[in-house]
């Protein structure tokens, strides 16, 4: 049985887990208003560019450019964004078992993984990681996804890869994330019916000007992607903390209520004790 002294300790204990829990609640929060503003700026270039690009995908003089030519798939490339630090709940195991139930189509996958949770996870999995990004600071995010969509497009050109995925997290609320897997390269065709007499000219042609609007489509989508990786990966962190503190606010209870119980059974038996040895001396 717990003494008083042992009781009180753990109760100081928890007090001071309790005050590391509320302010990395405070740091999510605070970074979660950070990363929504950052998504809500990037979606609207991003919705425009996959609308400019389907538009163009649509034209028969388009499909046979390499980005939406189908080919022989020899090697699947996935780019993988997850976190670099736990205490998120289940937004790694989420996106992570996503990603790695879409692989499972007997296909040589080679994977680019940013976080340090993915790479700890697929690593054990065995799986053939060819490169890796963690620690990515919030300041180079968006020249990050730059230098990332343009190392893709190498790839695909050189006849490395065949096909591009991206897996990662999408944000609709701060308490609904959804884990995604979808296809970058080679990119969709016929996803949108023209209007009658459409005639708008590409100069100097349809594939120079499809050169030009990949890479940068590439970008912004690599961008929000992450964007909407990181939104759902702080507020999934938040709320996992608001749950923490109100379940270390409940142990500090119930642990001040079994102190009080206990103190007061000591005072109860000395005094019965007290009481026991007067009447022993009065009988004497």
């Known amino acids: 049985m717990s003494s008083l002294r ?13 005050q590391i829990i509320k302010a990395m609640d405070l740091v999510a929060s605070t970074k979660l208003q950070r990363v929504r503003a950052q ?23 388009a499909q046979s450019h390499v980005f939406f030519r189908d080919q022989e798939v020899k090697n699947t490339l996935y780019i993988i964004i997850t976190s670099d630090r736990g205490l998120s709940g289940s937004y790694n195991a989420n996106i992570t078992a996503k990603a790695l139930e879409h692989m499972n189509q007997g296909k040589n996958e ?10 700890e996870f697929f690593k054990k999995k ?9 620690d990515v600071a919030d300041a180079q995010v968006y020249y990050g996804a730059e ?24 944000f609709k609320t701060v308490l609904n994330h959804e884990p995604l ?7 969709e065709k016929n996803t949108v019916s023209l209007p009658s007499g459409y005639g708008r000219k590409y100069e100097p042609d349809i594939h120079a000007f499809i050169d030009q609007l990949v890479p940068l489509y590439l970008h912004m989508n690599l961008f929000r992607a992450f964007s909407e990786s990181h939104t759902s990966e702080q507020a999934a962190r938040m709320v996992n903390m608001d749950a923490a503190g109100k379940n270390a606010t409940e142990i500090i209870e119930d642990l001040t209520h079994l102190y009080n119980r206990r103190r007061q059974a000591m005072i109860t038996q000395e005094l019965s004790e007290i009481v026991g040895s007067t009447n022993i001396l009065n009988i004497r």
Do not use: C
Request: hydrophobic share 40%; net charge positive.
């Open 6 to 18: 042992d009781i009180k300790q753990r109760i100081k204990n928890v007090k001071s887990t309790e």
């Open 39 to 61: 998504l809500e700026g990037a979606r609207p270039i991003y919705y425009e560019l996959k609308r400019i690009t389907e538009e163009v995908g649509s034209l028969q003089s």
């Open 110 to 119: 080679m994977l680019f993984i940013i976080g340090a949770k993915g790479y």
């Open 126 to 134: 065995n799986k053939n990681i060819i490169r890796t990004v963690v």
């Open 147 to 170: 230098r990332v969509a343009h190392w893709v497009i190498d790839h695909y050109l050189s006849g490395k890869v065949q096909e591009v995925f991206l897996a990662y997290t999408r």
């Open 181 to 187: 897997v979808e296809r970058l390269l080679p990119l």
